[in-house]
């Protein structure tokens, strides 16, 4: 199928085609572990990386750009206050943009920073199922946790991410096992994945970064957050096939991503 023929799909297939035809320049507040990661996932994709946080220039980016991620997986003071600057001028300028919460339930400070952000106006927030239950008001015992990793499922989290969604403004996506999107009223799920997707550090982040590619060529945040999950989950389906390990793993990961036929992964997504 063609990359016009799709982009007409209402199905991820048409969104990742759509990606492939705009090239979107996606501006990426992102942790020092994922920006690697980050760039190469958004160029297998089709889609344009920039990583940019200082303060002087934040703003700049963002106006040129199609989408911004923030991400506070390594956060400073320093970088949230980039942050900040390019939230606000996304949210007036009216791009749209993903926040990332890494690890907000861990310390006090990526709480304070990840609930200032979500705040700010953004179009989607991506986090696994313990970021979102901590962003949304879980204590430390109710949101679990281990560092930057979640011990809850996403559907667990379900009335939590529905509160943060509505409290928001924003779409809000759980992953776990099953990933979970919802509005505060509509909820999707996404059951495509591999368990190696949690063996390679900053695919998550990554995630959050095609997130933001599909937002930028969809008037839907809810259906581009559905669609980037199942994008990736179709694209790690694919690469464990292949995989010895983590590490080939992730090489595979960006080959699938690249190579990926937008009607074949229509037929592979599994999305209710």
């Not at 996403?154 to 509005?183: F, K, N, W």
């Amino acid at each position: 199928m063609s990359a016009t023929v799709a982009s007409h799909t209402t199905g991820p297939g048409g969104t990742l085609a759509a990606i492939r035809a705009r090239g979107p320049l996606i501006h990426n507040i992102t942790n020092l572990v994922a920006m690697d990661l980050t760039a190469n996932l958004l160029l297998a994709v089709g889609a344009s990386p920039v990583m940019a946080h200082a303060r002087e220039e934040v703003e700049e980016f963002v106006s040129l750009a199609a989408g911004l991620t923030i991400n506070t997986g390594t956060l400073t003071r320093e970088w949230l206050a980039s942050a900040l600057a390019a939230a606000a001028q996304a949210t007036g300028i009216g791009r749209p943009w993903v926040l990332d919460p890494v690890g907000c339930g861990a310390t006090r400070f990526r709480l304070e920073s990840a609930r200032q952000l979500a705040r700010s106006g953004p179009s989607i927030i991506r986090g696994n199922a313990s970021e979102i239950a901590a962003l949304a008001g879980a204590t430390a015992g109710q949101a679990g946790g281990r560092g930057v990793d979640s011990t809850l499922s996403a559907d667990a989290v379900l009335e939590q991410a529905r509160q943060l969604a509505r409290s928001s403004g924003a779409i809000v996506a759980a992953t776990g096992q099953v990933d979970i999107v919802t509005d505060g009223a509509q909820i999707r799920r996404v059951s495509n994945g591999h368990p190696l997707l949690t063996r390679v550090t900053a695919a998550g982040c990554a995630l959050t970064a095609l997130t933001g590619a599909a937002v930028a060529v969809s008037s839907e945040p809810l259906k581009a957050a559905v669609h980037a999950l199942a994008i990736m989950g179709v694209a790690g389906e694919r690469a464990a096939a292949k995989a010895q390990g983590p590490g080939s793993f992730r090489s595979a990961l960006l080959d699938e991503l690249y190579g990926l036929d937008p009607q074949e992964l229509d037929k592979e997504a599994r999305i209710t």
